[in-house]
């Protein structure tokens, strides 16, 4: 293990970096051809440059969490090998363990890097990623007042991303300059050279962005990497104010000869008489015969729950009451939402901040204005540039922040689910709020009407997902996810709505009212039926059971405004009824009613249901003209239960 001031220090230790080098080299070799798969050759190309930066970095592998470290993103994640090579010469855990389980089932060092390996920031694996969630880490260290660094590593072939060109915009829009980022240009990926898969003038793009661009022609030699990122961490650069990045040209494989310069070992493990080659050439001993048997007498390891050392626990948070719109108001959830996300910016964001809130130049739709005017410091704005932000806001929330991430529906999950899916993986703690979702969106047409979202986030193993009746109902649930920790998908629509009232005409969502994830709000009694809704149609749905008690039918209708959880228990007592008619402004076959037939199935239960809802895509027309076309409205719905039940 290698230590250097980069302070003090011009000159780097070559001396002690090349037998380190060759060590970290064969655990390559070794952890690749164990697995029988792997990436040999960018993590040999990498290599170099992660022993030169955790030489003098400012971490403390005891302390993996340590608030005030320097964070290390690795976006080519397949280069796993070289990264557990490197952490592990640093002893942030056991190289043996990580050689002989590396890509072993249930193991903590899968194939691509995750959090579960200490010194590990974030799982990636799909390209393009790593820059946003450094970023992301860069921007929270200017939130905090904290001095650290953050780095990240880049492959050459990612640059093709259109992330990449997004997160970097932000990063020099921000004067993110205590973000480092370095460029593996071995000029070879999966099919070949970059020059012929997708050329990409490199220094120009990066100069274009407005970053410092260091150029180094041989990014194996340590003097040289050390310089350059000496020079960028203290700032030593033509423009301080912005961030830098290192592109180095290196050679795919490097140390060892079969390997360098092919193309096929970017993603091919060494076969056993490769593996001894390679380990004869770096002057290391061969333990392959050793440390198969230790691999085999491994067996199949147990499934454990894999400590997150990255985690930020989110700041303590004043919910504030509820604010109560009277029965006679006639408002939008949105605004709602953004009077809720104020009172809550003034509240918390005083002394310090503790809410940040990110939109993709939707500011005034998705009415975080007052929240922008309240606390300055905290809102960003991302630029139509949703894939960048929603990764960004990701990692933010594991930062000691809760972030609020706003846009339209059709931007916060069909855009970014891949995102989206990212921040599942890496157990974020995300308060999405989507406006515009269903046709309710009305003019805009179908490419901006949202049908989708719970199909989309029920697939997401962290995320809950939330749609209030009306406005009272939001303000309590943005209360709510503001307050407690997790991933949350918030959906509402676009038009105003009237208020949800109880039988004695005062507002149902009143100050009194707990929302509870989980649980059903039984919103009008009956024992000949049920009707189960959300959103916008519950008020529609509501209007029916008024026009069916007048035929003398006793319809219960129940608010699903907690879709993720869901109140099964709630849908077992509607079945008790003989029927329930699902009514939904959201995809017929992956919403509510797809739910509540599943746990009708599950439960053993007969009961007549049917389902209304989005069968097919909708047109441009005003909310009301679509709710008629699909039979959503109350008429619809009215005529829908008396023909089939």
Known sequence: MIRVDLHTQEVFPVEEFYPLRRKCAAHIVEMTYLAGC?????????????????????????RPGWRERDRLFISHGHISPGVYSALGAYGYFSLEEAVVQFRKANSPFGGHVEWSVPGVEWNTGNLGQGLSAA??????????????RTVVCMGDGEQQKGQISEAARFARKYR????????????????????????????????????NVLELEDGHHPQHLYKAFRQAYLHQTPTPEAPTVILAKTIMGKGVSFMENQAKFHGTAPSKEQAIQALQELNQPNRLETLETNRKELGTLPLSLHKDHTFLEPPQIEVGAPMLYPAQTLTDCRSAYGRALEDLAKRNNREKIKIVGFTCDLEGSVKMNAFHKT????????????????????????????????????????????????????????????????????????????????????NLFSFSIFFPADPNQCDHIIRYIAGHKGNFFVGMGRSKLPIVLKENGEPYFDLDYRFQPGKADRLRNGDEGAILAFGPVVHQ????????????????????????????????EAAKTGAILVVEDHHV????????????????????LQCLGVNHYGSSGKPKELYKTFGLDSEGIFQAWQKFF
């Not at 990498?46 to 022993?51: H, I, P, Q």
């Not at 992956?590 to 053993?604: C, E, F, M, R, Y």
């Open 541 to 572: 749905a509501i209007q029916a059971r008024e026009r069916l008690l007048e035929k003398g039918k006793k319809i219960q209708v129940l608010n699903f405004a907690s879709l993720k959880p869901i109140d099964e228990a709630a849908v077992r």
């Open 38 to 62: 792997g990436h040999p050759g960018g993590s040999l190309s990498t290599l170099d440059f992660l022993l030169v930066a955790l030489s003098c970095m400012r971490h403390d592998p005891k």
């Open 135 to 148: 970023v992301a880490s860069a921007l929270a260290g200017r939130i905090h007042k904290l001095e650290f």
């Open 589 to 608: 076959e992956t919403g509510l009613g797809a739910k509540v037939a599943q746990i009708l199935g599950k439960s053993g239960l007969s009961c007549k």
């Open 375 to 458: 606390s300055l410091e905290a809102f960003f704005e991302g630029g139509i540039q949703e894939h960048n932000t929603a990764a960004l806001a990701g990692r933010l929330s594991k930062e000691g922040l809760v972030v609020f991430f706003s846009t339209f529906g059709v931007f916060a999950g069909s855009e970014v689910y891949n995102q989206q899916r990212l921040n599942d993986f890496n157990r974020t703690n995300l308060k999405v709020v989507a406006t515009h979702c269903g046709l309710d969106v009305g003019e805009d047409g179908p490419t901006h009407q949202c049908i989708d979202f719970i199909g989309l986030f029920s």
């Open 176 to 211: 993110l300059n205590n973000l480092v980022a370095f460029v593996d240009v071995n000029g070879l990926q999966i099919g070949g050279e970059t020059e012929k898969i997708m050329p990409l003038n490199l220094p120009s793009l990066w100069q274009a962005f407005g970053w």
